[in-house]
């Protein structure tokens, strides 16, 4: 059973910066293509960004694009979430997950979910 792991999250003034990091146990995540997701009460968890296993390809969703950048260090076993520029719209629990491609949007791999990071971003 893999265990999610997710940290970095806080408070932050509007224009701020946050790196989140995503590990697990009991799953090597250096073979998957990994995502990033967020959810905010009251609405589905939507797609924030996705990484290859290699670390060459990485896509975003148009409302964070420019301002985020995921990576990751497979030495370490962990994905990045770099945050700058954050805008009070960015105020969610962030979660991370494998990912595939499917029906043209990326659906997490792994049923259990991590505790997620809250991120806070204050106008």
């Known amino acids: 059973q893999v265990q999610l792991v997710e940290s970095g999250g806080g408070l932050v003034q509007a224009g701020g910066s946050l790196r989140l990091s995503c590990a697990a146990s009991g799953r090597t995540l250096s073979i998957y293509r990994m995502g990033w997701f967020r959810q905010t009460p009251g609405k589905e968890r939507e797609f924030v960004a996705v990484?290859?296993?290699?670390?060459?390809?990485?896509y975003y969703a148009d409302s964070v694009k420019g301002r985020f950048t995921i990576s990751r260090d497979n030495a370490k076993d962990t994905v990045l979430l770099q945050m700058n520029s954050l805008k009070p719209e960015d105020t969610a629990v962030y979660y991370c997950?494998?990912?595939?491609?499917?029906?043209?949007?990326?659906?997490?791999?792994?049923?259990?979910w991590g505790q997620g990071a809250q991120v806070t971003v204050s106008s």
């Open positions: 990484i290859s296993g290699s670390g060459s390809m990485t």
């Open positions: 997950n494998a990912v595939l491609s499917r029906g043209g949007t990326w659906a997490p791999i792994f049923d259990s």
